[in-house]
């Protein structure tokens, strides 16, 4: 096992309903590095997300290597409350009556929802969260009467509370609006350059979210990667236009993020 990689999956092939959605699957991540993940609806990101949590399982003959923990051989409920998995979707699973501060707050324990009664100094550090991601006015209200992008300003906040080694941005942006969306991506940013330390996974189905700080990443197609590396390898028209069947042209801003159009 290569302790220097926080994730490092080898040949991973996961059936779910009695369905192969991931084939043969063959992915490393150094510790510390930032690499997106970018695939269309269905393409198996999300399985992959619950591959690297241990909540679904590849086949025998496959190994899945977590900060350093082989599956199979470690403690998952002690590894999870190493990384944060922050997704729009998460919420839905939950006890939604959670105001905003509870919900932050279950972050210290790895759960959705608070289950015991926090300290004083505990609250005060999620509302310091709260405040820094501009949700502080959520601290009393219901999950379920958030909007999506509300909800996960709180899963981002729960997510940073605690010190994770390895977070994983599970299309964070897909309900926000256009300044949402950028203020978040900003936010990230900043979260990148702040802890070089921490691995981060960015998971996404629009090219345009992925920022430069992502360095390498790959296209995810019906289970498979179908390509890997640096992110100027795998942001070219031609491969994009061959995993989308799209004729896609590139535009790059100032800051060095893609925009995809059509010909
Ligand atoms: N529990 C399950 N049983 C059967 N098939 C499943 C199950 N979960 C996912 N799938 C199938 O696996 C494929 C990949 O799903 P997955 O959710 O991983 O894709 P995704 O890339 O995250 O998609 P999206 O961007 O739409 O969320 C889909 O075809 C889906 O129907």
Redesign the pocket.
Same mark, same amino acid.
């Given at each position: 096992m290569n302790t220097e990689l926080a994730i490092d999956i080898k040949h991973a092939n996961v059936f779910?309903? /009695?369905?192969e959605?991931i084939h043969d699957l063959n992915w490393q991540v150094a510790k510390g590095g930032r690499c997106f993940i970018l695939?269309?609806?269905?393409? /198996?990101?999300?399985?992959?997300?619950?591959t690297m949590m241990g909540y679904a399982w590849p086949k025998f003959g496959a190994t899945v290597d977590v900060l350093g923990n082989r599956f199979g051989q470690t403690n998952l409920v002690e590894l999870r409350k190493k990384i944060a998995w922050v997704s729009p979707f998460m919420s839905q699973f939950t006890n939604t009556e959670s105001t905003g501060l509870e919900m932050v707050l279950s972050g210290f324990d790895g759960t959705l929802g608070l289950t015991r009664k926090a300290t004083a100094e505990e609250v005060d550090t999620a509302k310091a969260l709260m405040e820094r991601f501009r949700c502080a006015h959520l601290i009393d209200q219901e999950i379920f009467t958030m909007s999506s992008g509300e909800q996960v300003k709180i899963m981002i906040a729960r997510a940073l509370l605690t010190k994770p080694e390895l977070v994983i941005l599970d299309?964070p942006s897909v309900y926000l609006d256009m300044a949402g969306r950028e203020f978040l991506l900003e936010e990230i940013r900043q979260i990148a350059e702040k802890l070089p330390e921490v691995t981060i996974i960015f998971?996404t189905?629009r090219i345009e979210d992925i920022l430069p700080v992502f360095n390498e990443g790959m296209i995810?197609a019906k289970?498979r990667i179908v390509e890997y590396g640096d992110r100027e390898t795998v942001l070219r028209e031609e491969v994009l236009s061959a995993a989308y069947g799209l004729p896609i042209k590139l535009w790059k801003n100032k800051s060095g993020r893609f925009w995809a159009m059509l010909e």
């Open positions: 779910l309903g /009695g369905r959605i695939g269309a609806n269905g393409a /198996g990101k999300t399985t992959l997300v619950k299309e998971i189905q995810l289970g």
